[in-house]
């Protein structure tokens, strides 16, 4: 089994994850949550309908998380500017500064992933990763 480069891959991967599961915990956000968070900041305001559909989040989950998210003050639902029958999620500065923390967490993870190789082989392990990853 060792020997299947998917397999492989799906250890590997999970690993990863779990490394960077661990770091956001530090950070006290799950995975989900950070997900959600990172998504509003790069599209948001964003309808909280095609946040949904971008993420691939069940609309009864993604209420669980924006409702989380903003009792921890991180985000904001107001009704969409464009279409007020929508909420529009808007991060906020403390969102902002928690999304800073966890993409330094985040490195460090992915650092720690990747130790066991010399600098030169991550970066050649990254360029073959994302050939197949564009395949």
């Known amino acids: 089994m060792q020997s299947l480069p998917s397999w492989l ?3 590997v991967a999970a690993r990863g994850r779990g490394l960077v599961a661990e770091a956001l915990a530090e950070q006290g956000v799950k995975m ?6 990172a998504a509003v900041s790069e ?3 964003v309808a909280q309908a095609d946040l949904g559909r971008r993420l691939v989040i069940d609309p009864k989950d993604l209420v669980g998380i924006l409702n989380d998210l903003q009792a921890d003050g991180l985000t904001v639902r107001e009704p969409d500017p464009r279409d007020r029958r929508k909420n529009a999620v808007t991060v906020t500065p ?3 500064d928690l999304i800073e923390r966890c993409a330094a967490a985040a490195e460090t993870a992915n650092a720690q992933l ?4 010399a600098p030169a082989e ?3 392990l990254m360029a073959l990763l994302a050939r197949l990853y564009e395949a």
């Open 9 to 11: 891959i799906g250890r």
């Open 32 to 37: 989900m949550h950070h997900a959600v968070l």
């Open 43 to 45: 599209l948001g305001p």
């Open 94 to 96: 403390a969102g902002q």
């Open 114 to 117: 990747l130790a066991p190789l």
């Open 122 to 124: 991550a970066r050649r």
